[in-house]
């Protein structure tokens, strides 16, 4: 209930993405009822939709470790769905630019809330496969779209200016679906405990115990120690800033090189991969999705198959490897695709083995951004990497691509191959030397929460902190 209520969000994501990059060149037709030009689909509403997302990363990101993680990824995707539904019922550009600002409003704030959820509540044995496999879920969602979009683009099927509508309103129809899993995905239990709901939280594991132990037929070992902690129901910004960027300079660093290596390659490559096939192999804009489904199942394999190795060879060699491979792998397409090797189909090859190991990376960086830092900052942390690092390569990338591809010279759109792959190179030799290694420890052991008391005292934070429901200061202690 937990991995499909809360993972499919990168279905929803997948599918955003990928109907827009197959349906660009459908849209910037003339009939096709908007006034539009490819290139302004694949650059500017694809920043502005990527704008959005860091916004709403941001935005909902301290909110969601102020509130809650439930309240927030409820609130996250009626954004989500209400900004798609009328991004299908563009009549003009401005319009079709602002709600996707607003589809990506949505989906950042998503980011941000399910993260924080997934890592609080999935066994540390088992927490960077199941991180990597729910992450790399989003490639689903590309699939989907990508097939969708060859029924949605055939004008036999449907007019030129109704089938791309249909393509994110099916959007919208996934979504409410998982709105109703989602009810029923419980809360935090760690943000319960240190927000002042002691007893909720132990009421919640302790029915998760029981189950367990009946389907089982056998009891649980007991917990392998416990912290008492500083109850709290918020932490300003200024203590976040402080214990991210001061408290942990190295894991800061990381963290912003994972997400701006991958943001770049992802954000230019697959919001323009639709436009290259186009341009320059002359493939028929109702066949890209095919191309795409593809490389879209090789994103999926590299996930699902490497995401055992970051809980049992770790997370060091995993991370920095995935990145490096990637990187050089890349280096070698752009070789063949300036030297006119390839065709339709070998560009998608190379592309699909590349995205194999790209696609692990990547879905690490939000593993280990939302691992590496103290529960109370959890959510703020992924929403500030995730929105720093995606507006470096996430913005910029679409942009510069979009002017790159759309010129026809290869030499422009090699140019933007070497520098994903210089930035993905550069973020694997970051993490050799500063990833943490996180496999098979709690998330208290890597990073210490702000309100442990020591001797008394809350550590790094401030004793004196906002009273309990009793209106009193609380505290708390809870097996580990």
């Given amino acids: 209930m937990i991995v499909i209520g809360l993972g499919t969000v990168w279905i ?88 996707r600002f607003l589809t990506g409003f949505g989906i950042g704030g998503e980011y941000a809330a399910i993260n924080s959820a997934i890592d609080e509540l999935i066994p540390s044995r088992y927490r960077g496969r199941v991180d990597l496999i729910i992450n790399g879920s989003y490639w689903l969602g590309a699939i989907g779209g990508a097939l969708l979009s060859i029924v949605m683009l055939d004008t036999d099927i449907f007019p030129k200016d109704l089938g791309w509508r249909l393509s994110f309103g099916l959007g919208v129809v996934l979504g409410l679906v998982i709105l109703l899993v989602r009810r029923h995905v ?35 070992p007991p917990p392998a120690g416990e912290i008492t902690i500083h109850q709290r129901k918020s932490i300003g910004f200024g203590l976040i800033a402080k214990t991210v960027f ?8 990381l963290g912003l090189s994972l997400f701006v290596g991958q943001a770049f390659l992802y954000n230019a490559i697959t919001f ?20 795409f489904a593809v ?22 060699i995993m991370i920095s490897s995935t990145y490096l491979l ?14 006119g090797s390839l065709t339709a189909t070998t560009m998608t090859v190379c592309w699909c083995v590349v995205l194999f190991f790209a696609s692990a990376g990547a879905s ?39 002017n790159l591809t759309e010129s026809g010279v290869v030499g422009d759109t090699v140019l933007a191959f070497q520098i994903g792959a210089g930035l993905m190179c550069a973020a694997g030799l970051v993490a050799a030397f500063l990833a943490v290694k996180a496999e098979r ?20 934070a401030d004793p004196a902190g906002p009273a309990d429901p009793a209106g009193t200061p609380g505290t708390g202690t809870t097996g580990a």
């Fill in 186 to 220: 419980p809360e935090s239990p760690r943000w319960q405990f240190i927000h002042g709901q002691g007893e909720k939280a132990d009421a919640l594991v302790s029915s998760a115990e029981r189950e367990i132990e009946k389907e089982k037929g056998e009891k649980l």
């Fill in 441 to 460: 420890r709690s998330l208290e052991d890597i990073a210490e929460p702000l309100s442990v008391v020591h001797g008394g005292s809350a550590g790094p």
């Fill in 364 to 402: 690490s960086a939000y593993l280990t951004v939302s691992e590496i830092f103290p529960m109370e900052t959890r959510a703020m942390a992924i929403a500030f990497f995730y929105a720093i690092g995606t507006a470096a390569g996430g913005i910029s990338g679409p942009l510069l691509f979009a």
């Fill in 295 to 316: 490389i879209a199942a090789g994103n999926f394999c590299g996930p699902l198959l490497l995401g055992p190795l970051f809980d049992t060879v770790g997370r060091r």
């Fill in 326 to 339: 990637s990187g050089i792998l890349l280096f070698g397409t752009a070789y063949l695709f300036d030297r």
């Fill in 272 to 291: 323009g991969f639709g436009t290259i096939l186009i341009t320059f192999f002359d493939v028929p804009t109702g066949s890209t999705g095919y191309y």
């Fill in 12 to 99: 929803l994501d997948g599918l955003e993405v990928t109907i827009v990059g197959n349906v660009a060149g459908r849209i910037a037709e003339e009939g096709s009822g908007l006034d539009i030009s490819s290139a302004q689909i694949t650059g500017m509403a694809a920043a502005l939709y990527v704008a959005g997302a860091c916004s709403g990363a941001l935005f909902f990101g301290w909110l969601t470790d102020r509130y809650g993680r439930k309240k927030l990824f409820m609130v996250t995707l009626v954004v989500y769905l209400a900004a798609t539904a009328l991004t299908a019922l563009s009549f003009e550009t401005w319009w079709f630019f602002l709600f």
């Fill in 246 to 253: 001061r408290g942990y300079p190295r894991r800061a660093v």
